[in-house]
């Protein structure tokens, strides 16, 4: 789902980088967010409420707090503005973050 | 303690002309910016700009945050990404999360250039996934080269729901409607007729009644509204989507002034509430000024002669001589750039604003 | 074409619905069983010895309409939900049918959900008359009598809520339950559900909440404030605070 060719954008990918979703493993690029790596992957389904309906991402830019998962055990983590490293472990936060 | 002259909160475009205007007068200059990049809402706009020259018309927005960003490049003004404005104090000292660090400043003047934030309405099913800010989908399509649909319903037809919308016919994906609860279309007719060109059709009078799906977003239910903004049964279509981008309008972030302190008035149009401010962008609070969107939604080219404005009158509040002309250069830009029937929204809000 | 789309033909549904004469008499089990399986519960679980006992675990059930009282028993004990009980005695325009309802949440008496046709789709909309909690809970709904070879299932109302605050998950229901309550600021609000005081601190909810208060109450919107912005505006890690030092 990412776009190879556009009329006015280039994209300069970095080099690639392999981050876990939910033990699943994710192909991204550096520079790019948790949440846009995701997305790109075709998963939308980012965290579920505390009424387990399921969130996405909202506004991707670190307002809405709609995207926040459970990264490298840390929860509440607001995946659109923060940047994929390699190795990474991202799970699907499911209510409330809980302290690791 | 970080001390500083002028504190700026965004390093957006109105961020970045206030930096540049008070750094230019010798002042020392911390910008605070949120995100990794500098540049706020311009480094996703593809499209070329409305304005005139000083304001870089027909330059696209993602070149234009390069030019403001040469323009702060200078040894007083310190660009802080990663960095968070998180409160305004009392006692002057405002605070904030950089990377992973807790830091306090004491500046002697601060521009609040924080932006705005994108409005969301209420329909069932508002909060699947799938459903968008526009804002959101331009983001990932335009500064990641992510594609972020196959089928979209937009819903506004103001500038952002149509740049958006031709956006996405740019990235490959299929714009089903743009539906506008408005009976007009809000945007430039411009961007409007782009669109028809396309054959997108833009349906007015008209909302979106529910959005569906089984885990993420499935359909999308419009319907006519009447004059009360009542929606009209047996008017619904059902239009499949996978994407449901927002586009109703955005709401001045505006956290910390009300905090400071600063007087706040309610003008729907400027985007709610927004801080009172002279014609010189000063808030009520000595010393604390506002620009950009933070201070009033407004376009690009606007929030650049604010904040350029913002940044002078700081200047000239900490005692640096600023040329009479310099700051009526800027009242005349805004002045042009707010004139003609596109403005008139803008102007009354403004009336409202300063009594 | 049952076989290939799951969906009895109406020529089939015919073949196993009572005589109008036996209808007109009360309560009676209606089994839609059109394929030999092995399986006999509805034969060896009926009281009444309505059902004629199988010579062959594949045999299809026959009912003797003069036995069945309409009890429902069946209903239960069938492992392919393929029975329902229908009543053309309930009132002048309507018939009740009792049918199982396998899904949470149950609907309420009284409320008012969709019928909807053997391939599920929506016919009209039908009263709950009765909720029989059970392994399966039975549903009783009250429907036009035009309409009873046609329906054979329920399903709820699409929720008509809106989420007004996502990070507290709080949706126009819940919040109007609030105002009802004589809650009429935001502050107020906020304080009872937490509307605000999440991780967003207010940014998608207040536009909303000053607009629904505005709705419901009959107000200008700007007679509404935002909640009071407390420090801090974004959440931060209290590990962050404590490092501090000057």
Known sequence: MRIEEHPILDFNRGKPITFTFDGQTVTSYENETVAVALHSAGIRILSRSQKQRPRGLYCAIGNCASCMMVVDGEANVKTCITLVQEGMEVKTQIGKGILA | MIYTDLLVVGAGPAGLSAAAAAGTQGLDVLVLERSHQPGGQLVKQTHMFFGSKEQYAAYRGFEIADFLLDMIKMPNVKLQLNATALAAYDDGIWTAQVGEK??????????????????????????????????????????????????????????????????????????????????????????????????????????????????????????????????????????????????????PLCELLWQAGCKMVFVPELGGYVPYRDGNMATSIEGIYAA???????????????????????????????????????????????????????????????? | ??????????????????????????????????????????????????????????????????????????????????????????????????????????????????????????????????????KPPIISIAVDKALVKTLRNIRPQPSEAAILCRCSDLNTDDIREFIAQGHTTVDAIKRLSRLGMGPCQGRTCTPLIIRELATVLSKPVESFQPGTYRPVVKSIKLGELAEYTE
């Open chain 2, 102 to 251: 807790y830091i306090k400043v004491k500046p002697r003047a601060v521009v609040v250039a924080a932006g705005a934030n994108e409005r969301n309405i209420l329909f069932p099913g508002n909060d699947l996934p799938g459903v968008y800010g526009a804002g959101a989908v331009q983001t990932l399509m335009n500064q990641y080269g992510v594609r972020p649909a196959k089928r979209v319903v937009m819903l506004g037809a103001g500038n952002i729901g149509l740049i958006v919308s031709y956006q996405l016919l740019q990235a490959g994906v299929e714009v089903a409607a743009v539906v506008e609860a408005s009976p007009n279309i809000g945007g430039y007719l411009v961007h409007a007729s782009k669109l028809r060109r396309m054959g997108v059709p833009i349906l007015t009078s008209h909302t979106v009644k529910r959005a569906d799906g089984n885990e993420t977003l499935e359909s999308v239910t419009t319907w006519a509204i009447d004059e009360k903004w009542q929606g009209i049964p047996s008017t619904e279509v059902i239009w499949s989507a996978d994407t449901l981008c927002i586009a109703v309008g955005l709401s």
């Open chain 2, 292 to 355: 950009g969107d933070a201070a009033g939604v407004e376009e690009a080219s606007v929030a650049m002669v604010g904040g350029k404005l913002a940044g002078l009158s700081a200047a000239r509040y900490l005692g640096v001589d600023i040329p009479d002309e310099s700051i009526l250069d800027c009242h005349k830009q805004l002045e042009a750039l707010r004139s003609g029937p596109a403005g008139a929204k803008i102007r009354a809000g403004l009336g409202k604003l300063t009594h």
């Open chain 3, 1 to 134: 074409m049952l076989e290939k789309t799951g969906v009895p033909t109406p020529e089939q549904v015919d073949s196993i619905f009572p005589t109008e004469e036996r209808l007109s008499q009360g309560p009676i089990a209606i089994i839609e069983c059109f394929q030999p399986i092995p399986c006999d519960p509805c034969a060896t679980s009926c009281p009444q010895g309505a059902i004629a006992p199988f010579m062959d675990i594949n045999d299809l059930p026959i009912i003797n309409n003069k036995k069945c009282n309409g009890c429902g028993i069946c209903i239960m004990k069938c492992p392919g939900l393929a029975i329902i009980v229908l009543d053309m005695t309930y009132s002048e325009t309507q018939a009740l049918i009792r049918l199982p309802y396998e899904f949470s949440p149950l609907p309420q008496i009284g409320e008012i959900v969709l019928a909807l046709d053997r391939s599920g789709a929506k016919v009209a909309e039908a009263e709950v008359i009765r909720v029989t909690k059970g």
